[in-house]
């Protein structure tokens, strides 16, 4: 089945130098396109076509106040691309962690029959 | 074909259970989504587990905010219960492998895991190296290793110093 050219997964989202800016720029603040074009310098089609992307991936939501819509960022769902990709030995060992705690979990229950 | 060569990372961790259980965690696929999750907010599920030399696996991630994650494994080497050689690659729902996440990321990264077991404890060595990359890949993968290198690091500082709050 073709996919819709519009929709964006997470890393292809973040790959672009520009969005990763537009997300540190939101991580923790709400602002409106204006408030964004005024931080970023960049002209306001190209702040609406990178927040149209990471919105695509769900990395951005908006809300409307007013007239106004305002953007932030869905910082949770950035928590296991940062893992996967730059902290990838994070990742791993917090994957070890896991395994780690449910190997106990097995043997625990095997202890117990 | 290149023949650039990188350091590769390597992580080591003690297990209190059986080299062969261990073994098992990361070669059955009723184990594997029980503990390859980033957090309990994320659902597992592997729609084909073929694990053996060879053989791959398919299997997806299931975010919070329902974009799936599809990851492909391809197993190059298992050796009961002390060797599993895999190549981990982001897919689609289908198995096509997709490109690297980020520009110049490896497009083959190959995981070696050693088992040895001694009274009783499983002793793990984890090595991750990139397959034949391009002087580019091996510089992306260098930096990735530095402290505070590229826009990354500081995005990610960010995005944990506000998590924390």
Redesign the interface.
């Known amino acids: 089945m073709p ?1 819709t050219a519009n929709t964006y ?4 989202a ?2 672009e ?1 520009k969005r ?2 537009l ?2 720029v939101l ?2 603040n709400e602002m409106n396109v204006g408030e964004l074009v005024e931080t970023t310098q960049w002209n306001q089609p190209v702040v609406s076509k990178h927040l149209g992307v990471l919105k695509a ?2 990395l951005v939501s908006e809300r409307r106040e007013g007239r106004q819509r305002i953007y932030r960022v ?16 994070k ?6 962690d ?7 979990q ?2 625990n229950k095997g202890d117990n029959q | 074909m290149t023949d650039i060569s990188v350091e590769p990372a390597v992580m080591t961790r003690d297990f209190n259970a059986p080299m062969q259980l261990v073994y098992e965690a990361w070669t059955q696929a009723e184990h594997l989504c029980q503990w390859q999750v980033p957090n309990a907010e994320v659902v597992c599920e592997y729609v084909s587990a073929d694990i053996k030399a060879g053989g791959s696996s398919l299997h997806k991630m299931t975010m919070p905010n329902g974009h799936d994650m599809w990851l492909l494994t391809r197993y190059q080497k298992l050796d009961p219960f002390t060797t599993i050689v895999f190549r981990q690659y982001r897919s689609n729902e289908e198995g096509d492998i997709l490109p690297p996440p980020m520009p110049n990321w490896p497009k083959e990264i190959e995981a070696i895991i050693q088992l040895s077991e001694n009274n009783g404890v499983t002793h793990m060595k984890f090595i991750w190296q990139p397959v034949n990359p391009t002087p580019e890949e091996a510089e992306a993968w260098t930096a990735s290793h530095a402290q505070g290198a590229g826009g990354w690091a500081r995005s990610f500082e960010l995005l944990a110093a506000h998590l924390a709050r």
């Open positions: 996919k997964d997470t890393f292809t973040i790959a130098p990763r800016q997300i540190e991580i923790g991936a769900g869905n910082a949770q769902e950035l928590q296991p691309i940062q893992l996967w990709i730059k902290q990838f030995e990742y791993w060992n917090q994957q070890f896991q395994l780690d705690a449910y190997l106990n097995l043997q």
